[in-house]
């Protein structure tokens, strides 16, 4: 990943290398908890709006968070969401993602 600055529009952005942020046959193991966690960061929910959602505080949000970026080797929750869409982590469950978050 590296910053690119454009002078034409005076904006940086981030630019992902896809050999950094794929990697093949990847295995992640996350607790139940940190799958409800992983599902909120899809739909971009902050680490308060989650926290009310699973009837939790905002620090074990925080740790839940903290835990899903070190198994994933990823520096922010879009680049885990993203490492995780990439290697296919929600086609195997996105029926019941969407049953359960209907009911919360």
Sequence with gaps: ?????NIS?????FIFNRKNIMADNLNFSFTE???EVIEFMKLGYSNTQIAQKMF???HTIKVYVTRI????GSC???QA?????SNGYFKH?????AQYLMLH
């Design 81 to 85: 969401v993203y490492k995780l869409a």
């Design 76 to 78: 922010n929750r879009i």
């Design 33 to 35: 908890r940190e799958k």
């Design 69 to 72: 970026l070190e198994k994933t």
């Design 93 to 97: 469950s996105q029926q019941a993602n």
């Design 9 to 13: 529009t005076n904006k940086s952005y």
């Design 56 to 58: 939790v505080s905002t």
């Design 1 to 5: 990943m590296f910053i690119k600055y």
